[in-house]
């Protein structure tokens, strides 16, 4: 399914199988998530995507050919392929260990072809290994961003016992499972009138569930926003205690509006998450295992990708939209 341009449908296209270059692995796809930054992409809110385009950067698969230089993946293991798809492993940050913030990274599904499709090739070096133990491939693939992205999240909260989750889609649902299972306390915070996502977060753990525009019930240690609403970023620093952390997961926002500087004051925290390390990778992996983090997915063959963004668009989805690619 191709992008030709921002704005406009995908297209269901034949395209050739790429051939892995050195350093890479040809994957055969059997499951790709439909992430909110795919919607970003296809709307043109995030600038300068390679075009033509295969969206898709949740990607589970089996590796169908190796690259030179490549030889510690057995043909046939089964990966996942994330969001961060390259770096230069020169700059400043990926010498130490932050190649999230690489100078000149490039992203699946957005700079390099992505998971919207029969065949991917990916960098080894961003390729990380899936046991078996995790799940069916389509209940994997939202792990591949939603739960890495909701990770590094998490992370970024702190030790927060306390935790606000604004937006109930893939990565809080996934998140939320983590925290209940280390002992935290959830607080989800849903679009207004969403009866349906605030059961769905009740039913996975949360200690509470209302509206993003109402007051949590009690001061928060630190909150985390999934949506890509910037207003919910002054809400979420009136929701959270002194020295509390506001956390912004998302790689687009709308703009956040003025606020007095008595709502930071008292050494409140926003931060941003921005992509996501090999480190995080792996340690999402095992504790996503250990937690038995199992998500809720809703199923769409590869050619109605249109369908599964309009759904996500229109937050009409419970969990994460998944196509089926291969079987």
Not at 210 to 233: W, Y
């Amino acid at each position: 399914m191709v992008l030709e341009q921002p704005g406009q449908p995908l297209r269901l296209r034949d395209w050739p199988v790429p051939a892995p270059q050195p350093g890479q692995v040809l994957v055969r796809v059997s499951a790709c998530a439909v992430c909110r930054t795919d919607l970003h992409v296809v709307d043109g809110e995030l600038p300068n995507p390679k075009l033509p385009l295969i969206p898709g950067h949740e990607i589970v698969g089996r590796i169908a050919a190796l690259g030179e230089g490549v030889s510690d993946f057995p043909i046939g293991e089964r990966v996942g392929v994330p969001w961060l798809g390259w770096t230069c492993g020169r700059c400043e940050f990926c010498r130490a260990g932050h190649e999230n913030l690489c100078d000149a990274a490039r992203f699946t599904g957005y700079t390099l072809d992505g998971g919207y499709a029969e065949y991917v090739v990916a960098d080894a070096r961003y390729t990380f290994r899936l046991p078996e133990t995790l799940g069916t491939d389509t209940a994997v693939a939202p792990l591949l961003c939603a739960g890495l992205i909701g990770y590094r999240s998490l992370v970024k909260a702190g030790d927060a016992r306390r935790l606000g989750l604004y937006g109930f889609g893939a990565a809080a649902h996934i998140l939320t499972q983590i925290a209940v299972w280390q002992g935290r306390s959830v607080f989800a915070f849903t679009r207004p009138g969403d009866a349906a996502a605030q059961a769905f977060a009740r039913q996975l753990g949360a200690v509470w569930a209302g509206s993003s525009d109402a007051p949590a019930p009690e001061p928060l240690d630190a909150a985390i926003i999934f949506a890509p609403v910037g207003e919910l970023v002054p809400r979420a620093l009136r929701a959270v205690r002194k020295g509390g952390v506001v956390v912004c997961g998302g790689i687009h926002m709308s703009d956040i509006p003025a606020f007095p500087y008595r709502e930071l004051w008292e050494e409140r925290v926003i931060c941003s998450v921005a992509n996501l390390t090999r480190r995080d990778g792996e340690e999402f992996l095992r504790l996503a295992a250990d937690a038995r983090v199992r998500t809720e997915v809703e199923l769409f063959p590869l050619e109605a990708a249109n369908e599964a963004l309009e759904r996500l668009r229109s937050g009409q989805l419970r969990g994460a939209a998944v196509l089926q690619v291969h079987r």
